[in-house]
């Protein structure tokens, strides 16, 4: 990241830490709204985002098997209630081979182990990397463990054939080109072409079994002037009078809690040039989204960290003015709940995108840049704009997880639903089936990333329910960028959340125990034949 000014003033940072941490109109109207949507006679208590507020957190779910207390919860519970089955293992992994299953068990247990994941990731961030036969060997290491069990892929035919496996199997994919940034135009060009590649590949998939294809902004508009339409736009939101004649139709970006230190003094106007760019990014985005459209997929463009996050929700918005034109929304923003101000943004949004009629869809997911956002706020004195703590980040999703179903129940729009935290599923496929969003609404999906949560991911598919898995594809050593950042978001999670490594486990020894059962049982009717036959 480009770094501030150092000669701007600590007076200039307090006074933008003071605003931030009072609440706006937008704040209270959120809160008010959200105290409405969880009322008395609602059964399931979300809590009011993004207010703190005590909720179980299920990371750490363990197996039921014949426990008491479980049985007598679960009878005290209406069974209409009951998402997710964890009891029958076999219904639960009924479409996984036993290869995969076993496979799968061991890259999470190795995966499980912290201090293997720290070695793994000082070694792909070291020189050794630069010696040609040792990264030979890492790669290929990489390529039989981590990179099949989370990479759909090495291109789009590799991931054609995860998505007919996931098809088969009653889930969907979402397509996602594994390229983290493009740095200037032909690396966008050359990006913007695999993206079209991508979208047009999924036009001889079966029907509906791609549920989106993702686009990165950041592969289709140079980072360098991201950075500087964010700066444009949030000097624009503080300053009124400060106009910007390039800008286009678009809905909120910011609310009074957004955080602003990252422009402090006003920008230079794009230039000629600049302005330039940006047409030939707004270009790109387009071609992208029309061949998605082409093939009948919508699109979700993803979230990155907000130095330049204010510009990619322009260009989202733009894009969702310019297609979303029935009930049903085509382009889809992602909205980063750790982020502190991301309940009245998700609010101001969607109020104005009622009024302007205009559908409007959302992926909510929690967020993966924690540690360069924590660590740049650091650097500048001021607050991080992430929650302080990591039950007010569920409380936050919990919370506009539910707004968003109250909204889609009764107007326009869509909703992702991308989490691995299974007590955010429940409270959210409990909410769903109150409203009647069944997965033929087409309003609501569940996702998760490909190769993690795979018993909630089966559960909510045996409910009922959409659910999709993140399918990022790509060579291994164009993927090692999105392995290395997948790793150190996930790692404390992987050795925390022993859901799948215990429930694999489990129906491994069933299947173990029927196949040696089956042929014991095999030994004893031929004997019993053999005896037969001699007596007789």
């Known amino acids: 990241m480009a770094m501030v000014n ?7 940072l307090k006074s933008f830490v003071r605003r931030a941490n009072t609440a706006s109109p937008a704040t209270l109207r959120f809160r008010q709204a959200q105290r409405t949507t969880f009322n008395a006679a609602t059964t399931n ?21 014949n426990n008491n207390n479980n049985n007598n919860n679960n009878n005290n519970n209406n069974n209409n209630d009951k998402i997710f089955d964890f009891d029958d293992t076999k219904a639960l992994f009924a479409s996984v081979s036993t290869g995969k299953l076993m496979h799968s068990a061991a890259t999470l247990n190795v995966a499980a182990m912290e201090p293997m994941v720290d070695l793994s990731l000082w070694v792909m961030n070291s020189r050794l990397m630069d010696v040609g036969l040792f990264r030979a060997v890492v790669l290929t290491t990489i390529k039989h463990t981590a990179y099949n069990h989370f990479v759909a892929g090495a291109d789009t035919v590799e ?16 397509v996602d080109y594994g390229l983290e940034h493009a740095n200037d135009n032909e690396s966008c060009d050359k990006a913007t072409q695999q993206l079209i590649k991508t979208a047009e590949s999924t036009q001889s998939l079966p029907p509906s079994s791609v549920s989106f294809v993702a686009v990165k902004v950041t592969a289709v508009c140079p980072v360098y002037l991201l950075r500087r339409v964010s700066d444009l736009l949030r000097w624009e939101y503080k300053n009124s009078s400060f106009k910007l004649p390039w800008k286009q139709q678009t809905l909120p970006i910011f609310s009074e809690t957004s955080p602003f230190y990252h422009t402090l003094q006003q920008p230079a106007p794009l230039t000629a040039e600049e302005e330039r760019d940006l047409e030939l990014a707004y270009k790109r985005l387009q071609s992208v989204c029309d061949k998605s459209f082409e093939s009948n997929v919508p699109v979700v463009i993803d979230a990155e960290d907000t130095f330049i996050q204010p510009a990619i929700d322009y260009m989202t918005y733009w894009a969702s003015f310019k297609y979303n034109k029935s009930k049903t929304p085509v382009v889809y923003g992602t909205v980063q709940a750790y982020l502190k101000d991301a309940g009245e943004r998700m609010f101001l949004a969607k109020k104005a995108a009622d009024k302007a009629g205009l559908p409007v869809g959302f992926k909510l997911v929690r967020g993966a840049y924690m540690s360069s956002e924590n660590k740049l706020a650091h650097s500048l004195g001021v607050e991080s704009p992430i929650h302080n703590t990591t039950n007010d980040t569920h409380n936050c999703y919990n919370g506009c997880a539910a707004f968003m179903l109250d909204e889609i129940s009764t107007r326009p729009g869509g909703l992702i639903l991308a989490t691995h935290n299974l007590e955010s599923a429940k409270l959210a496929a409990q909410k769903a089936r109150e409203h009647g969003i069944t997965k033929d609404s087409q309003k609501l999906e569940f996702a998760s990333l490909y190769g993690m949560s795979e018993a909630m991911t089966f559960g909510l598919r045996n409910a009922g329910f959409g659910v999709s898995k993140y399918l990022p594809f790509g060579p291994v050593d164009q993927v090692m960028p999105y392995l290395l950042r997948r790793a150190e978001e996930n790692k404390g999670m992987l050795s925390s959340s022993n859901l799948d490594r215990q429930l694999m486990t489990k129906e491994l020894k069933r299947r173990m125990k029927a196949y040696f059962g089956k042929g014991i049982k095999e030994g004893e009717n031929q004997i019993k034949a053999q005896a037969n036959s001699m007596t007789n």
């Open 45 to 65: 208590n979300f809590p009011q985002a993004p207010q703190p507020a005590a909720i179980p957190t299920t990371t750490n779910a363990t197996v039921t098997g």
């Open 6 to 12: 150092k000669d701007v003033s600590c007076k200039l």
């Open 159 to 174: 991931t054609g054939q995860t998505v007919r496996r996931l098809w088969e199997s009653g889930l969907r994919g979402i």
